[in-house]
């Protein structure tokens, strides 16, 4: 089992950057692809981005593509959001999610570890 803690979240204006952590502890980090997620009120859980255990390939919603850049550094079992140009439709409680597979995968379902959100708000 694996424990996930998120940070980085805050308050910024449209057009500004956060960079969001995703902290692990308990099982081998290296072994887990990493997701990150969105909830928005009233808005279901929606995938943001992903990064196989090796780092060596990324996936990210269209929303989100060429704004936001995941990476990981498995000797500090730490994965990284990096959200650029962020816009107010970007405010939504972001989660990281870890699952003990090569392949990340997009749906929220798949992931059995969660931590317990940081708040993102972009104002306009």
């Known amino acids: 089992q694996v424990q996930l803690v998120e940070s980085g979240g805050g308050l910024v204006q449209a057009g500004g950057s956060l960079r969001l952590s995703c902290a692990a502890s308990?099982?081998?980090?290296?072994?887990?692809?990493i997701g990150w997620f969105r909830q928005a009120p009233a808005k279901e859980r929606e995938f943001v981005a992903a990064?196989?255990?090796?780092?060596?390939?990324?996936y990210y919603a269209d929303s989100v593509k060429g704004r936001f850049t995941i990476s990981r550094d498995n000797a500090k079992n730490t994965v990284t959001l990096q959200m650029n140009s962020l816009k107010p439709e970007d405010t939504a409680v972001y989660y990281c999610?870890?699952?003990?597979?090569?392949?990340?995968?997009?749906?929220?379902?798949?992931?059995?570890?969660w931590g317990q959100g940081t708040q993102v708000t972009v104002s306009s």
């Open positions: 999610a870890a699952r003990s597979t090569v392949v990340p995968g997009t749906d929220p379902e798949m992931y059995p570890y």
């Open positions: 308990g099982r081998t980090f290296s072994w887990y692809a």
């Open positions: 990064i196989r255990w090796s780092g060596s390939d990324t």
